[in-house]
Nanobody, 126 residues
Framework: QVQLVESGGGSVQAGGSLRLSCAVS????????MGWFRQAPGKEREGLAS????????YYADSVKGRFTISHDNAKNTVFLQMNSLKPEDTAMYYC???????????????????WGQGTQVTVSS
């Protein structure tokens, strides 16, 4: 069974940092490309970063490159998204997703991911 549970969202002032976590079921974690996405009200869901836990390879969207970092902890089957220098436009619901039995692609596309967590809200105030 594929299970993805996000945590770590909250409210922060501009310039601050947050770290999101995604706890993943063991089978899914070892065989999937893991991605982070976000969706702001009235906007399409946007791919931010992806990571393939067996090898640790990562990809980033240009919009977050240099500010956000995706990482993982194999012992805990967990993927993280460290977000620094947050801006009000980063306000959104953030989702963890899995592309099961596949490696990652450089383009982080919603259509490639079949399993999603429930999301965690991030609000950045100016």
């Amino acid at each position: 069974q594929v299970q993805l549970v996000e945590s770590g969202g909250g409210s922060v002032q501009a310039g601050g940092s947050l770290r999101l976590s995604c706890a993943v079921s063991a089978y899914t974690y070892s065989k999937s490309c893991m991605g982070w996405f976000r969706q702001a009200p009235g906007k399409e869901r946007e791919g931010l970063a992806s990571l393939y836990p067996p090898y640790g390879g990562t990809y980033y969207a240009d919009s977050v490159k240099g500010r956000f970092t995706i990482s993982h902890d194999n012992a805990k089957n967990t993927v993280f998204l460290q977000m620094n220098s947050l801006k009000p436009e980063d306000t959104a619901m953030y989702y963890c997703a899995a592309r099961v039995l596949s490696t990652c692609r450089s383009r982080i596309s919603v259509a490639d991911y079949g399993y999603w967590g429930q999301g965690t809200q991030v609000t950045v105030s100016s």
